[in-house]
Structures are given as structure tokens and as C-alpha cells.
């Protein structure tokens, strides 16, 4: 039974449910494990307590604007 654990920035909930059914179809394609015996867990991260360096992806995000 595939567990799928993934990390990411802040997500609109579309682009969360889009990637789910990637995840699942690509894992269903290699493993042949049906829909049904996957499990998604997508930890979800603030901007501001994301860094490179010294800046928050938050900052990063801001200044490209």
C-alpha cells in the first residue's frame, strides 16, 4: 500500500487535489496498486517559514511583483 508524503509551499486547494490525483496515477502506473490503496499526505508549509538563505520564500515571492 504506497504512502506518498510530500512536502510543499503554501497551495491553492486546486493545484493540492491536482497534484493528489498525479501522485496516484503515477504511482498506480508503476506499482499496479489500485486508486483505492494509496494514501496522500501533503504537509504544507507557510511561505514565511520557508528560506533560502536568509530570505523567506515569502520575500522572494514579494520582490518578483
Partial sequence: ?????????EMPKEKKKEL?????NASMEV??????????VINEIPH???SMGKTTVEEMI???K
Fill in 31 to 40: 506499482t499496479g496498486i489500485p486508486e483505492q490503496g494509496h494514501t496522500v
Fill in 1 to 9: 500500500m504506497p504512502f506518498i508524503n510530500i512536502t510543499v509551499g
Fill in 48 to 50: 514565511d517559514a520557508i
Fill in 62 to 64: 514579494a520582490n518578483q
Fill in 20 to 24: 493528489i490525483v498525479k501522485l496516484v
